[in-house]
Structures are given as C-alpha cells and as structure tokens.
C-alpha cells in the first residue's frame, strides 16, 4: 500500500483511528496551529507567544498512515522525529552542552569530507618519493580530476535538499523518484566529463601549463586519463551518498569512504613502491578506490529500500527545480575552484621545483579545509527553523552561531598548527629533494594564516545558506574572486614569486571571513532583522 501524507485541518480529524508519528497541539489550541503560515508574521509571532506551553513545543508535521504503510515509511518517519528532537534540544542546551552535542553531531561527517582530498594527498606522498617530476606534474592532474569535480557539488547539495524535503512529508515513492531523475543526471554528467577528458584532457592540460613546463605534460595526461574512468562512479557515489545523509546516516556513506581510502592507500604503495608504476600507478589506485566507494554508496542505500539502480529521465520542470536550487551554491563552488586552480596555473609558471611545493603545500591545505565543512552543514541543519521557522527565535540563532564560531576557532588554531607543523618538521614525508622542501619552507606563515581562518568562515557562510541570503553569499565569493585573481595576476606579472600567490590566498581567506561576519552582525542581517519579506523565504525549499 502507498504512505500518503495527510495534512490534519481540524480536531475532531486528528481524533480518528490512523498512526500519528508526531505529537500534536493541545486540543484547545490545534485549529490554530494548523492555520499558522509556514512563515509566520509578527503579529501571529506575538500571538503564538502568549502562551508558554504552546511555545515551549516543538510543532512536528502529522503524519497518517493508510493501510500497511510498509516499514520502510515508519523508519523514516521515526528518523525525522528523532532527528527533529535532537535540533530541539541543541537549540535550548547551554552553550557548552551545545558545544559538546555539535563536535558530536559533526564527528562521523569529517569523515566523508576527509576522504577526497586524503586520496589526492596520499598520492602525493606516494609519488612524490619516486620523482620530482611526477610529483610536479599531480598539480595540474589533480586539478583536473578533484578541482573540477568540485564544480559537480550541486549535486549533492541539492539531492540532500529533495531527499529530506520529501521524507519530511513521509511519501517513499517521491524519495524514490528523486533519487533516480538525480542518478540520471549524475551519469550523464559523469560520461560527459569522461569524454571531455579523453578527448581534451591533453590540450587542456597543455593550456593550463604552458609551454615552459611541456616536459610534465605526458605524466600528467596519464594521470589525467586513467582516472577519468571513474568520473561517473565518483558523481553517482556523490548523489547516493548525500541521499544516506538526507536519511541522517552518516556512517554508511563513512565506512565505504574508509574502505575506499584503504584501498587507495595499499593500492599506491604496491603499485608505486614496489612494482615501480610511478604516477600511473597512483592513477590506477585512485580510480579503483573511487568505483569501491560509488558501489559501497549505492548499496548502503539499497539496503534502506530504495533502488539505486533504477534511473529515469527528469522532465524540463524537475530540472528548473534542481537549477534554481543549486545556482547559488554552483557559483560559490566555481569561484572557489577556480582561485585555487589560478594558483595552480601561475605556480606552473615557476619552474618545476616551485610547482612541486606547491603541490604539497596545496594538497595538505585542502586536507586541513574540509575539516571545517562539518560546521558548515551544521549551520545548515539547525538554522533554518530557528531563522525562518514557526518557533522563530534569533537570539537562540545567535547562540548557536557563537557555538560555532567558538568551536570553529579552537579547530582553526589546531589545524593551522599540525599543517604547518608536518611540512615544517617532517618534509621528508613528501619528498627527498632539499629543493622542494626549501620551496615549502618558504609559505609557513601564509599557510597557517589561510587556514586558521577556514573553519570560522565556513560556520559563517554556513548561517548565510541556511537563512537563505544567497545572493549575498553568490555575489560575495564572486567579488573575492575577481580582486583576487587581479592581485594573482598583479604579482605574477612583477615576478614576486609564489610566496606571493599564497599571501594573495590569505587576502581571499580573511575577506570572506571579513565580509560574511560584516553581513551577520548587520542590523539587516538574517540573525537581526525581523524583516523577511525581502529574502522571499516562503518561495524556497526548506533543507
């Protein structure tokens, strides 16, 4: 039988026999609750004030079951409430218990962020023993196989998105759908990219180098091309595995990533060390770990009664859908990206020792980063209903970013210093050569400053997504782009060396820290103004 959602519009409905997975208003009091706007105005605020029991209840969405639902319908619906339950209590805890319940909230998905960049970097250990060579050309390889996958993020931000918006009304078929219309679109942009790069990946990498660094160039198309095998693993892998989190399951999607990093890192020691395959080995490594983890991901999601192997074509509409959701985050992720890849390309202009360095500096970096996204998706879990919600309350929005940001400083402080610390003090890891290391040694400070800052910035910028000032956040990272790929060109140009590119990163790092703090604490901001008409709030999904 098929779970429908029915939407309960008057007591004496909410009295008949049908299985309610959420507790509802008290009698005297559910026509009200029932008649309240999504996006309440300040007169209904004021009203649903006056009394403290109603307030101090969290309203859950009533769902009703005809017929034998199936189980699959209760373990969702059992899913959301306890995971609705525990934002309210995250919310009314003290800001040390919140601090505690948030490190407890984002430990299993540091792991799932780690994952990616933990397999480039090993490949930069790896390789970087054998070759100087090799290992300058990964800068470029890794720029085309991770950097632009980056650019692919929509997907997963907004299969999270659907998927939770279609549990939250309890109807299994629609998640089904979902998932399937998103493989579609996972695959198809994942044998595109397949084809670009066996087509193109050589030229592009030779635009991308130039003509100085040539010599690079048939190792790194060799990396560059066996891992392209993977790309429509790594995408469906993507969709399935933000499909896991929309259902509040973190620990599937992080045991298929560590068997993955596994498999990378035994992968690269046999094929490198000891059968001598160099960079083609660490490629071949790194594609066979992706195609474990996609399988992994799609079966963690079989096993919950979904069929991930089913796709179907999305209609025109569904696709305008996916695009409106996506916009902002795709143009934040490309300008992202491509800053770092404008690094990447002017390092390429500084002989092959230079490039080498910054491979190393650059791929530690980004190790270091991800452990800040965490608090980004926590920003993003439990803010919206505290900015936007029935139970609006900015003051407790403002606590809870101040947990963040707390949490976000601690971690920042640490990371900045165990980064800095391992090419300071154990260069030898990633490469023999004292010339490197020299060319590492050179961007300490730089690089503790741009990532000390990280996991603050992504805590801000988190609150910003979740109270839905997007074209705040899509018009800020484009500008931090733009100044910063001047300066890059700037001191490129005068020949200042790659210490100065990194520093032009720390300008990029602390105007974003700058700008999205600037917007938060602004009397306009999401977290003070009572004003919401302006972000037309009631036009967009909530996560």
Known sequence: MQARTLHLISHSLSSQPCCLFSTTPPPSSSLFFNHTPRFPSSRSRCFSSSSASIRRRPIRPVIACIGDGGAGTDAISRSGEAAEV???????????????????????????????????????????????????????????????????????????????????????????????????????????????????????????????????????????????????????????????????????????????????????????????????????????????????????????????????????????????????????????????????????????????AHQVMIQTFMICTVWGEPLSQTARSFMPQLIYGVNRSLPKARMLLKSLVIIGAILGLALGTVGTSVPWLFPNIFTPDQKIIQEMHKLLIPFFLALAVTPAILSFEGTLLAGRDLRFISLSMSSCFSLGALLLLLVSSRGCGLVSCWWTLVAFQWARLFLSLRRLISPDGILYSEDMSRYKLEEVRAV
């Open 86 to 356: 525990k934002g309210g209590e995250l919310e009314s805890q003290s800001i040390w218990n919140q601090m505690k319940e948030i490190v407890m909230f984002t430990g299993p998905a540091t792991g799932i962020w780690i994952s990616g960049p933990l397999m480039s970097l090993i490949d930069t250990v790896v390789v970087g023993q054998g070759s100087s060579i090799e290992l300058a050309a990964l800068g470029p390889g890794t720029v085309m196989c991770d950097n632009m996958s980056y650019v692919f993020m929509f997907l997963s931000i907004a299969t999270s998105n659907i998927v939770a918006t279609s549990l939250a009304k309890g109807d299994k078929n629609e998640v089904q759908h979902h998932i399937s219309t998103l493989l579609f679109v996972a695959l198809t942009c994942g044998f595109l990219m397949l084809l670009f790069t066996r087509f193109f990946g050589c030229w592009a990498l030779t635009a991308f180098t130039g003509s100085k660094n040539i010599h690079i160039i048939p190792a790194a198309n060799t990396y560059v091309q066996i891992r392209s095998l993977a790309w429509p693993a790594v995408l469906v892998g993507w969709v399935t595995q933000s499909a896991s989190l929309g259902m509040k399951d973190s620990w599937g999607p992080l045991k298929a990533l560590a068997v993955a990093s596994a498999i990378n890192g035994v992968g690269d020691i046999l094929l490198c060390s000891v059968l001598g395959y160099g960079i083609a080995g660490a490629a071949w490594a790194t594609m066979l770990s992706q195609i474990v983890a996609g399988y992994m991901m799609i079966e963690t999601l079989n096993k919950k009664g979904y069929n991930s192997y089913a796709i179907s074509v999305p209609s025109p509409k569904e696709l305008l859908t996916l695009i409106g959701l996506a916009a902002p985050v795709l143009v934040t992720m490309m300008s992202k990206v491509a800053f770092y890849s404008l690094i990447v390309y002017f390092a390429t202009s500084m002989g092959t020792y230079t490039m080498a």
